[in-house]
Structure formats: structure tokens, C-alpha cells
């Protein structure tokens, strides 16, 4: 609905900020940059998993959104996968393998990278599984309490009169409305009668805008306040990822016009992909370090690694027809690794860079 759009974007910028931080933690330095991103991804997607088989419990639409659109899509990333694989058949790469074994390489993380990110979505399903009997004793718990304060409620026993009294009111309100039926309409007693009963989260959907608004500046607050005292990677990326959550979320609305090919998010891993080949080509303009450097390194974790996502793209590999799924999988692929490598492969070839040129550059 509209009037839950403002709690919408703020959930959506929270989750992204507490996304791309436990992306930034979760990958190890100083290990194989092939695997970097994988953990992320799998964490993410079995996450987004988890949260889909509980869709239900999670009442208030903002939650659902921001949780999985901004969280889980900021945690996952479809351009660093790609920019790894695609990395790996430059011809700056340092590996001095032949082009065979480059290419059986790019093939090889491709494979691994969808085969962790299918393993995670399965992964969050079993979870939702295991869950279920434990949410079922919670229902019946809070049932037999219920059933357990009515049945040992001393007020019955010792306030006889106030039961009475509460008798008659109850008879009084009871004919009052018999009364009041009888002279209504037909079409008024019917829907009043069929009027549904309002949930936890609707009777509270306004207290929960006013959470959602405060966590919204508080977190706003908190991230442009290291950012203007730190100025690191990491707080930068911070700033970025909102903006890259609320563009996804916006291209997202155009999966609903092409149900057979998701556009929106296939246009969002596009567009990061070449966005991130042409930071990386600019960062090699740059010495490592610098501030220039560290706002170019956020806006490619923060922005990029938001704009992009696995865990919504699994989750629509899953939906989709079998014979859907495998073009639609097979064309994100190619054409953001294709992106990637055209931007980047192109700047390599035209510029003559090599390894040894990009030692000490910001993006090397």
C-alpha cells in the first residue's frame, strides 16, 4: 500500500547497511578471492529461505520487504561473484595459464558459486522445517495458558456479585444489539458480520511506523556519523548500500510485467556489474589508500554489491518453470560476466595494462 512505503524504504536502508556489514565480515582476508563471496551469498540466500517459508507470521509487509530486500539482498552479491569469474579470463590476470585453463576456471566458479547458492536456499528450507514444530508448541503453549487463566481465574469464585453484574451487562449489550440488528438493513448486519478481525500487526501497524522511523534516523545518524570521524572502506559502503537496496527495490517492479523472465532484477545484476567494471577501471587511477580510494571501494561493496543479488535471484530460479529457470539463469550469467568483461577486458587491451601495472593502484 502507499501509506507503507516511507516504513518500507526506511526497513529496506536499514536492512542494507546491517547486510553489508555482515558481508564485509564474513569475508576472510588474505584467503582464495574465488571464495570470498561465497559464504555471503550462502548465508544470505538461506536467510531469504527461512524468511519466505515464515512469510505468514510476518504480517506488517515493510518487515517482510526490508528484511529480505534490503538485509538479504544486501548480503548477497551477484557482481562480485561475476567479477571473480570474469577476473579470471582477463588478460591482466596473473595466473599465466593458457586460455583453455582459463576458461575451464571461469567455468569452474561459476559452477561452485550456483551450486552454494542452490545449497543455501535448501539449507533455509530445512531450517523453516525444523522450526515448525517449535512454533506449533509455542501456539499451543500460549492456548493453554490461555485456557489455564480463565480456568483458575479466583475472581469467579470470590466476587459472585461481579460475575452477576457482568452477566446482566453482557444480557443488556446482547439485546442491544438484537435490537439494533433487527431495525438495520439486511446488507448492514451482513457485513458487519463478515467484517474479518484485525490481527497483532494490524492494531499495531502504527506504533510500528514510529519504530521503523526512529531505527531509520537513528541508524542514518549513526552511519554518517563514523563515516565523517572514520572515513574508512567500510563506512562509505554503508552510505552506498541504501541506495543500491532502494534501486533494486524500484527495478524490482518490473517482474511483475515479464512473470517468465524476472527484468527487474536481471537489469539490476546487469547494470552493477558494468558499474562495478567501471570503478575498477577508474580505481586504477588511484593510489591505494587515498580517500578518493576508499569512497570508490565503498561505492563498489556498498552500492554494487546492494544493487546486485543472488539471494532474490535463487529464490526465482525456484519459482520459475524448469525450462525458464535454466534461461533465465544461463542469461544472467553470461550477460553480467559478459559486462563485466567487456568493460574491463576492454580497458586492458586498449590501455595495455598488466599485472605489474596495477601494483600499488587502488583496485588492483
Same mark, same amino acid.
Given at each position: @500500500?502507499?501509506?507503507?512505503?516511507?516504513?518500507?524504504?526506511?526497513?529496506?536502508?536499514?536492512?542494507?547497511?546491517?547486510?553489508?556489514? *555482515?558481508?564485509?565480515?564474513?569475508?576472510?582476508?588474505?584467503?582464495?578471492?574465488?571464495?570470498?563471496?561465497?559464504?555471503?551469498?550462502?548465508?544470505?540466500?538461506?536467510?531469504?529461505? !527461512?524468511?519466505?517459508?515464515? &512469510?505468514?507470521?510476518?504480517?506488517?509487509?515493510?518487515?517482510?520487504?526490508?528484511?529480505?530486500?534490503?538485509?538479504?539482498? +544486501?548480503?548477497?552479491?551477484?557482481?562480485?561473484?561475476?567479477?571473480?569469474?570474469?577476473?579470471?579470463?582477463?588478460?591482466?590476470?596473473?595466473l599465466g595459464a593458457d586460455a583453455g585453463q582459463l576458461t575451464y576456471l571461469w567455468i569452474q566458479v561459476q559452477v561452485v558459486g550456483m551450486a552454494v547458492n542452490a545449497a543455501?536456499?535448501?539449507?533455509?528450507?530445512?531450517?523453516?522445517?525444523?522450526?515448525?514444530?517449535? &512454533?506449533?508448541?509455542?501456539? =499451543?503453549?500460549?492456548?493453554?495458558?490461555?485456557?489455564?487463566?480463565?480456568?483458575?481465574?479466583?475472581?469467579?469464585?470470590?466476587?459472585?456479585? &461481579?460475575?452477576?453484574?457482568?452477566?446482566?451487562? =453482557?444480557?443488556?449489550?446482547?439485546?442491544?444489539?438484537?435490537?439494533?440488528?433487527?431495525? +438495520?438493513?439486511?446488507?448492514?448486519?451482513?457485513?458487519?458480520?463478515?467484517?474479518?478481525?484485525?490481527?497483532?500487526?494490524?492494531?499495531?501497524? @502504527?506504533?510500528?511506523?514510529?519504530?521503523?522511523?526512529?531505527?531509520?534516523?537513528?541508524?542514518?545518524?549513526?552511519?554518517?556519523?563514523?563515516?565523517?570521524?572514520?572515513?574508512?572502506?567500510?563506512?562509505?559502503?554503508? #552510505?552506498?548500500?541504501?541506495?543500491?537496496?532502494?534501486?533494486?527495490?524500484?527495478?524490482? &517492479?518490473?517482474?511483475?510485467?515479464?512473470?517468465?523472465?524476472?527484468?527487474?532484477?536481471?537489469?539490476?545484476?546487469?547494470?552493477?556489474?558494468?558499474?562495478?567494471?567501471?570503478?575498477? *577501471?577508474?580505481?586504477?587511477?588511484?593510489? +591505494?589508500?587515498?580517500?578518493?580510494?576508499?569512497?570508490?571501494?565503498?561505492? *563498489?561493496?556498498?552500492?554494487?554489491?546492494?544493487?546486485?543479488?543472488?539471494?532474490?535471484?535463487?529464490?526465482?530460479?525456484?519459482?520459475?518453470?524448469? =525450462?525458464?529457470?535454466?534461461?533465465?539463469?544461463?542469461?544472467?550469467? !553470461? #550477460?553480467? =560476466?559478459?559486462?563485466?568483461?567487456?568493460?574491463?577486458g576492454g580497458a586492458v587491451l586498449g590501455q595495455g595494462v598488466t599485472g605489474a601495472d596495477l601494483e600499488g593502484s587502488c583496485t588492483a
Open positions: @500500500r502507499e501509506s507503507e512505503v516511507p516504513a518500507t524504504l526506511g526497513l529496506i536502508g536499514v536492512g542494507a547497511c546491517l547486510g553489508v556489514a *555482515v558481508r564485509a565480515g564474513l569475508e576472510i582476508p588474505d584467503t582464495s578471492v574465488w571464495f570470498s563471496f561465497m559464504l555471503a551469498n550462502f548465508v544470505g540466500t538461506a536467510t531469504l529461505s !527461512l524468511l519466505t517459508a515464515h &512469510k505468514s507470521s510476518l504480517q506488517y509487509g515493510p518487515l517482510f520487504v526490508g528484511a529480505g530486500t534490503g538485509l538479504c539482498g +544486501a548480503l548477497t552479491t551477484f557482481s562480485s561473484w561475476q567479477q571473480v569469474s570474469a577476473s579470471l579470463v582477463l588478460p591482466s590476470s596473473r543455501g536456499w535448501v539449507f533455509g528450507s530445512h531450517l523453516a522445517v525444523l522450526l515448525e514444530p517449535s &512454533k506449533q508448541l509455542s501456539r =499451543s503453549l500460549e492456548s493453554f495458558s490461555e485456557q489455564a487463566t480463565e480456568a483458575l481465574d479466583l475472581a469467579v469464585l470470590l466476587e459472585p456479585s &461481579k460475575q452477576l453484574s457482568r452477566s446482566l451487562e =453482557s444480557f443488556s449489550e446482547q439485546a442491544t444489539e438484537a435490537l439494533d440488528s433487527d431495525h +438495520a438493513p439486511g446488507g448492514a448486519r451482513l457485513e458487519a458480520s463478515a467484517q474479518p478481525t484485525q490481527t497483532w500487526w494490524q492494531l499495531h501497524a @502504527r506504533r510500528l511506523d514510529s519504530a521503523t522511523a526512529i531505527a531509520t534516523v537513528l541508524t542514518a545518524g549513526a552511519v554518517v556519523s563514523a563515516t565523517v570521524v572514520l572515513q574508512t572502506a567500510l563506512c562509505f559502503a554503508l #552510505c552506498w548500500g541504501p541506495f543500491g537496496a532502494w534501486s533494486r527495490w524500484r527495478l524490482g &517492479k518490473l517482474n511483475a510485467a515479464f512473470p517468465r523472465f524476472p527484468a527487474g532484477t536481471f537489469l539490476a545484476n546487469i547494470v552493477a556489474c558494468a558499474l562495478l567494471g567501471g570503478a575498477i *577501471v577508474l580505481g586504477w587511477s588511484l593510489r +591505494a589508500g587515498s580517500l578518493e580510494c576508499r569512497i570508490l571501494q565503498g561505492f *563498489v561493496v556498498g552500492f554494487c554489491g546492494a544493487l546486485s543479488t543472488v539471494s532474490t535471484f535463487v529464490s526465482e530460479l525456484n519459482v520459475l518453470s524448469l =525450462s525458464d529457470s535454466y534461461r533465465y539463469g544461463v542469461v544472467s550469467v !553470461l #550477460c553480467a =560476466s559478459g559486462t563485466f568483461l567487456a568493460i574491463v
